[in-house]
Nanobody
Framework: QVQLVESGGGSVQAGGSLILSCAVSGYTYSTYCMGWFRQAPGKEREGVAAISAGRGSTYYADSVKGRFTISQDNGKNTVFLHMNSLKPEDTAMYYC??????????????????????WGQGTQVTVSS
């Protein structure tokens, strides 16, 4: 059974930084697609970043390019989201997700939540102005 557990959320002021972690267990493949999504109240879930774990290819939403960095620690099966220069509009519940059929992320589809069937419970990020 694949399990994803996020941690690292919190409250920061605008301009601050946070690092989110997603610990993956129960996954038998060495390469897979891992995505970070966020959902603010009243808004749709949106893809923030993704990484082809094991291959290293990364993808970002335009709204976070240059501010967020996704990375992995293969030895610990953990994926990180380094968030810098945070803005109030980054406030949301953040989720990590993966799926059981892709060995890598694809440029045209990584940001669609329908492409993932395993989700973590989420971690809240609140950025105050």
């Amino acid at each position: 059974q694949v399990q994803l557990v996020e941690s690292g959320g919190g409250s920061v002021q605008a301009g601050g930084s946070l690092i989110l972690s997603c610990a993956v267990s129960g996954y038998t493949y060495s390469t897979y697609c891992m995505g970070w999504f966020r959902q603010a109240p009243g808004k749709e879930r949106e893809g923030v970043a993704a990484i082809s774990a094991g291959r290293g290819s990364t993808y970002y939403a335009d709204s976070v390019k240059g501010r967020f960095t996704i990375s992995q620690d293969n030895g610990k099966n953990t994926v990180f989201l380094h968030m810098n220069s945070l803005k109030p509009e980054d406030t949301a519940m953040y989720y990590c997700a993966t799926n059981s059929w892709s060995y890598e992320c694809w440029p045209g589809s990584w940001s669609f939540s329908s492409g993932y069937n395993y989700w973590g419970q989420g971690t809240q990020v609140t950025v105050s102005s």
